[in-house]
């Protein structure tokens, strides 16, 4: 079982820019990808971004590609979403998310094995 814990979260003015970090416990060869998604108020839960552990592939959602920019820090156990030129649409509670193995598809939030506690943006206009 792997243990997510997500910060970063926070208010920030249409425009502004905001990194969201997710640690995972020390069993990261449980992992295969970790994945962000979020969930704005009255929606479901949204893809955002996916890394796998290994290699240089990268996904994203259409609505944040060329603004957000996912990373890892495999020493530190750590995922990263650096989000720019951020948007009121971007409004949402973002969630951490680890799959164990590879998945059908990075975008279906069902995949996924393991969740952080999630972490709430607020972008103002």
């Known amino acids: 079982q792997v243990q997510l814990v997500e910060s970063g979260g926070g208010l920030v003015q249409a425009g502004g820019s905001l990194r969201l970090s997710c640690a995972a416990s020390?069993?990261?060869?449980?992992?295969?990808?970790l994945g962000w998604f979020r969930q704005a108020l009255g929606k479901g839960r949204e893809f955002v971004a996916a890394?796998?552990?290994?290699?240089?592939?990268?996904y994203y959602a259409t609505s944040v590609k060329g603004r957000f920019t996912i990373t890892r820090d495999n020493a530190k156990n750590t995922v990263y979403l650096q989000m720019n030129s951020l948007k009121p649409e971007d409004t949402a509670v973002y969630y951490c998310?680890?799959?164990?193995?590879?998945?059908?598809?990075?975008?279906?939030?069902?995949?996924?094995?393991?969740w952080g506690q999630g972490t709430q943006v607020t972008v103002s206009s």
């Open positions: 020390t069993r990261t060869s449980s992992i295969y990808a």
């Open positions: 890394i796998p552990w290994t290699g240089r592939a990268t």
């Open positions: 998310a680890a799959v164990r193995s590879i998945p059908d598809t990075y975008y279906y939030a069902g995949a996924y094995d393991y």
